[in-house]
């Protein structure tokens, strides 16, 4: 099984909604990553989980809240998101982190508007 | 910020042209990757190549990468409809494994 599979597809939120994004992958990989990307941009890296911990947050605000509860599942909670948060997050995942030869195998993407 | 930018933006070519698309990086790196994007959907892992590589094939394509230029290209031959999809360099660090994509090359093969 060489899939990333993310929920909801698309998602429609309001801004004092709370909502949460799943991703989920089983190929026994150790990393896991999420990526916003909007439209005609490449994807921009937004948090690395290692090993379940998280290692990389590239200073993204707080209304958006990752989580890692095991190895397979990978979250991203949502809360008083604003209209330009509305893009395609990404999921992907690799096998483990410490080397840099890496190949991230990516799901399919969530696409969030934010009314 | 961006670490590679690609060159063209976008790409028009006959079905069974090769398309030849270029990206340029700042710092050093330890590999390159391509990536394929289909329209809003996520991304397919292409080809690597390490740093002390200078060329890769893997089907019909073809990657070189320069270090002393700080450049890549990637060449996609006899192409095909379904080649049609945006096209995004990704350049490698030490530290965990973070990539940081160019700006994407669009490519439409037109049947």
């Not at chain 1, 060489?2 to 994004?21: A, D, F, R, Y």
């Not at chain 1, 999921?91 to 508007?113: D, I, N």
């Not at chain 2, 094939?57 to 070189?64: A, D, E, I, K, M």
């Amino acid at each position: 099984d060489t899939e990333v599979t993310q929920t909801p597809k698309h998602l429609v939120m309001g801004m004092t909604n709370k909502k949460s994004l799943k991703c989920e992958q089983h190929m026994g990989h150790r990393a896991m990553y999420w990526y916003k990307q909007k439209a005609k941009k490449p994807p921009e890296l937004m948090f690395v989980y290692s090993y379940e911990k998280l290692s990389i947050n590239e200073s993204v605000p707080s209304r958006f809240s990752p989580e890692c509860p095991n190895s397979s599942l990978l979250n991203l909670h949502l809360h008083a998101l604003q209209p330009e948060d509305s893009a395609l997050y990404l999921c992907a995942s690799s096998q483990m982190v410490v080397s840099t030869q890496e190949t991230q195998y990516f799901g399919p993407g969530t696409r969030l508007l934010v009314l | 910020s961006q670490q590679g930018e690609e060159d063209p933006q976008a790409l028009s070519i006959q079905e069974g042209e090769n398309a030849t698309m270029n990206c340029s990086y700042k710092t050093s790196i330890n590999n390159l990757q391509w990536y394929r994007q289909n329209s809003g959907r996520g991304l397919v892992h292409l080809i690597l190549i390490r740093s002390n590589e200078r060329e890769k094939h893997s089907g019909r394509l073809r990657v070189t990468l320069d270090t002393s230029k700080k450049s890549s290209s990637l060449l996609i031959t006899a192409s095909r409809a379904a080649d049609t999809a945006s096209y995004f360099c990704a350049t490698g660090k030490a530290a965990g494994n973070k990539l940081t994509f160019g700006g994407g090359t669009r490519v439409l093969v037109k049947p």
